[in-house]
Nanobody, 127 residues
Framework: QVQLVESGGGAVQAGGSVRLSCAASGSTFSTYAMGWFRQAPGKEREFVVAISRDGTRTIYADSVKGRLNISRDNAKNTVYLQIISLKPEDTAVYYC????????????????????WGQGTQVTVSS
């Protein structure tokens, strides 16, 4: 089992940046692909970005492509998400999630395929 704890959220002005962290428990972190999702008020949870087990492959949602960077440090059991040029529409609770991939490099944007979830961290962007 994997436990995930996000941190780094807060209130940010539009145009600013934020760096979120997701710390995982357990010794099997490197066997999981990791994803970030977000849920804005009154909206469904949506996929943001995912990174492969070894950090060499990523997939991004079109809505955030070019404005964010995902990375992971398997030695620290941590995945990071940096978002730049923040917009008010980026306001949401951001969740990290772990997926046991079917193949070494496979990635998915489907929330139902992620087995473990963190509790989320709030990012609020003001204009």
């Amino acid at each position: 089992q994997v436990q995930l704890v996000e941190s780094g959220g807060g209130a940010v002005q539009a145009g600013g940046s934020v760096r979120l962290s997701c710390a995982a428990s357990g010794s099997t972190f490197s066997t999981y692909a990791m994803g970030w999702f977000r849920q804005a008020p009154g909206k469904e949870r949506e996929f943001v970005v995912a990174i492969s087990r070894d950090g060499t492959r990523t997939i991004y949602a079109d809505s955030v492509k070019g404005r964010l960077n995902i990375s992971r440090d398997n030695a620290k059991n941590t995945v990071y998400l940096q978002i730049i040029s923040l917009k008010p529409e980026d306001t949401a609770v951001y969740y990290c999630a772990a997926n046991r991939p079917h193949t070494y490099y496979s990635l998915t944007a489907r929330s139902g395929e992620y087995e473990y979830w963190g509790q989320g961290t709030q990012v609020t962007v003001s204009s």
